[in-house]
């Protein structure tokens, strides 16, 4: 029989030590109501390409507005442009809960047993 290893002095390397508290713990130990943590929001994946066609349309409607007058073309392509997203991103937004009708909250516990799945 050959033993390979033996320590006879005492360390400290198996013992574990006490892990630090995340933000989010310290927030959720001062909620009132705990269901207000707990609650999860559905969001589609449409929902996020909403959000960013949004923004982008935002961004060159700004752009358009910072140009000179001069460039009359280039303004109006692309005020048209960023409508044109404005107008994408609301069809975006409505297509999950007008059309299909489906409700915006989820329990915690149904998102668990779909990602399980």
């Known amino acids: 029989m050959n033993i390979s290893k033996i320590q006879t002095t005492p360390n400290f390397y198996n013992t574990q030590k006490p892990q630090k508290r995340e933000f989010i713990d310290i927030i959720s130990d001062n909620v009132r109501n705990p269901r207000d943590v707990n609650d999860c929001v559905a969001v589609p994946r449409g929902i996020f390409k909403a ?6 349309g935002s961004g060159l409607i700004s752009i358009a507005n910072f140009l000179p007058q001069k460039w009359k073309g280039i303004k109006t392509s692309l005020n048209v442009l960023g409508a044109g997203l404005g107008i994408i991103s609301a069809v975006y937004f409505a297509k999950p809960f007008a059309i299909k009708s489906l409700s915006p909250t989820v329990k915690k516990e149904e998102l668990n047993k779909n990602e399980n799945k």
Not at 51 to 56: C, F, P, Q, R
């Open 51 to 56: 959000y960013i066609y949004l923004m982008a």
